[in-house]
């Protein structure tokens, strides 16, 4: 599996010094998705990661690396980089081989997944922790753990097969050992040092409020929207006064096209109680300049292009990225769009967002903010949305 890939890789690509400090914890690892439908069709595919961000991948029908960013080759020379993927186009055509031959051996009904991910992650004080780890029909099956193979619970007989076979090969073990703990650190090292630029800056969040669906009678869902962050961590909050709210309800991080983050909270509360509420948004970016958004009043906080204004109970967000999140919209009705192409009716304005220019017209009883811009409109609204 996964084995033999790494044993490759130990054989011309030697371990370094790996004691240039790193701050904070970093990690490297490849995943592979083998595919096997039956005896005779399989599709392999491949990647690479540098903590959430994928810098490589692999085109499985020409059999090519895919180099994502520009500095995804690390400190490694385009020679070493050609060998590693010319030995990755042998090593999976040699592990498809070898999985077709030994699928009865093991009791493998087609079709079938294997995957594999193995990697390390430097943390503070230069201290080391590697990883190998494979899955069969998206269970565990096997891990490498201080140098030995280590069957999983859900791998069954199947892998306990597995490291009794492996485990006789006690110097290709010794090799993946090196390589987890040398050589994929120096890569780490070098990768971080070449893409510094980029994994470094700091990009603000814009941050708006909006309501959700109704979740009862007499309630209100708030929602708080923060958006095109960099880095990943946050800290998002609804608060009452200081007190953190704890029925806040956090959603997942979602990644941008452009490497950003969204995120979004949200807060189920009694219609008469939203006084006093605030979303607060902490980021690395933002030092200790906190996004505070006021459910129903206009206090500022800092958004991305400075002063945010806050939202109103029924704030309309842009988050600046071609995208209009139209189930945001909690206008009372949508009037009919009388007015002509390129006006805006009503004393309505043009918010900017990108290359997008998204339009509020005739007029709404609502306030829009983005980016700093608190826009004032009267009445009901509709919305169209055109490319410039």
Same mark, same amino acid.
């Given at each position: 599996m996964?084995?033999?890939?790494?044993l490759?890789?130990?054989?011309?690509?030697?371990?370094?010094?790996?004691?240039?400090?790193?701050?904070?914890?970093?990690s490297?690892?490849v995943?592979?998705?083998?595919?096997?439908? #039956?005896?005779t069709?399989?599709?392999?595919?491949?990647?690479?990661?540098?903590?959430?961000?994928?810098?490589?991948g692999?085109d499985?029908?020409?059999?090519?690396a895919?180099?994502?960013?520009?500095?995804?080759?690390?400190n490694?020379?385009?020679?070493e980089?050609?060998?590693?993927?010319?030995?990755l186009?042998?090593?999976?055509?040699?592990?498809? +081989?070898?999985?077709?031959?030994?699928?009865?051996?093991?009791? *493998?009904?087609?079709?079938?997944?294997i995957?594999?991910?193995?990697? !390390?992650?430097?943390h503070?004080?230069?201290?080391?922790? /590697?990883?190998?780890?494979?899955?069969?029909?998206?269970?565990?099956?096997?891990?490498?753990?201080?140098?030995? !193979?280590?069957?999983?619970?859900?791998?069954?007989?199947k892998?306990?097969?597995?490291c009794?076979?492996?485990?006789?090969?006690?110097?290709?073990?010794?090799?993946?050992?090196?390589?987890?703990?040398?050589?994929?650190?120096?890569?780490?090292?070098?990768v971080?040092?070449?893409?510094?630029?980029?994994?470094?800056?700091?990009?603000k969040p814009?941050?708006?409020?909006?309501?959700?669906?109704?979740?009862?009678p007499?309630?209100l869902?708030?929602? !708080?929207?923060?958006?095109?962050f960099?880095?990943?961590? %946050?800290?998002?909050?609804?608060? +009452?006064g200081?007190?953190?709210q704890?029925?806040?309800q956090?959603?997942?991080i979602?990644?941008?096209?452009?490497?950003?983050?969204?995120?979004?909270?949200?807060?189920?509360v009694?219609a008469?109680?939203v006084?006093?509420?605030?979303c607060?948004?902490?980021?690395s970016?933002l030092?200790?300049?906190?996004?505070? *958004?006021?459910?129903?009043?206009?206090?500022?906080g800092?958004?991305?292009?400075g002063p945010?204004a806050?939202g109103s109970?029924?704030g %309309?967000?842009?988050?600046?990225?071609?995208?209009? +999140?139209?189930e945001?919209?909690?206008g009372?009705?949508?009037?009919?769009?009388?007015?002509?192409?390129?006006?805006?009716?009503?004393?309505?304005?043009?918010i900017? /967002?990108?290359n997008?220019?998204?339009?509020?017209r005739?007029? !709404?009883?609502?306030?829009?903010?983005?980016?700093?811009? #608190?826009?004032?409109?009267?009445?009901?609204?509709?919305?169209?949305?055109?490319r410039?």
């Amino acid at each position: 599996m996964l084995l033999l890939l790494l044993l490759l890789l130990a054989v011309i690509i030697p371990g370094g010094d790996s004691e240039d400090a790193v701050q904070g914890p970093t990690s490297y690892h490849v995943i592979q998705i083998s595919t096997y439908a #039956n005896s005779t069709w399989a599709q392999n595919q491949g990647s690479g990661w540098l903590g959430d961000l994928q810098i490589h991948g692999w085109d499985s029908d020409s059999g090519t690396a895919i180099f994502l960013k520009p500095w995804s080759k690390g400190n490694f020379s385009n020679e070493e980089v050609t060998e590693v993927v010319d030995l990755l186009r042998v090593y999976l055509i040699g592990f498809t +081989r070898e999985v077709q031959d030994k699928a009865k051996e093991f009791q *493998l009904e087609y079709p079938f997944v294997i995957q594999g991910t193995a990697g !390390c992650e430097l943390h503070p004080g230069k201290a080391i922790s /590697s990883f190998l780890r494979g899955a069969l029909g998206g269970l565990d099956f096997v891990s490498l753990k201080n140098n030995l !193979c280590v069957p999983a619970p859900e791998g069954g007989s199947k892998a306990q097969q597995f490291c009794a076979l492996i485990i006789q090969y006690q110097g290709i073990l010794d090799i993946i050992e090196t390589l987890l703990s040398e050589t994929c650190p120096r890569y780490l090292l070098g990768v971080l040092d070449a893409g510094k630029a980029e994994l470094q800056r700091q990009v603000k969040p814009e941050a708006w409020l909006s309501s959700g669906p109704t979740p009862g009678p007499g309630r209100l869902l708030l929602v !708080c929207h923060v958006s095109g962050f960099y880095p990943k961590p %946050v800290w998002v909050m609804w608060m +009452r006064g200081e007190q953190e709210q704890p029925s806040t309800q956090r959603g997942d991080i979602l990644p941008h096209a452009d490497g950003t983050w969204y995120f979004r909270v949200t807060l189920d509360v009694v219609a008469g109680e939203v006084s006093g509420l605030s979303c607060r948004v902490k980021h690395s970016s933002l030092g200790d300049q906190d996004i505070i *958004l006021y459910w129903g009043e206009k206090e500022l906080g800092m958004g991305r292009n400075g002063p945010q204004a806050g939202g109103s109970g029924e704030g %309309v967000g842009f988050d600046g990225r071609e995208e209009w +999140r139209g189930e945001e919209w909690r206008g009372e009705e949508r009037a009919k769009d009388e007015g002509q192409e390129g006006e805006a009716k009503g004393g309505c304005e043009y918010i900017m /967002s990108g290359n997008t220019q998204e339009r509020i017209r005739d007029a !709404c009883a609502s306030e829009v903010v983005y980016g700093g811009a #608190n826009v004032q409109v009267a009445g009901k609204a509709r919305r169209t949305r055109e490319r410039v």
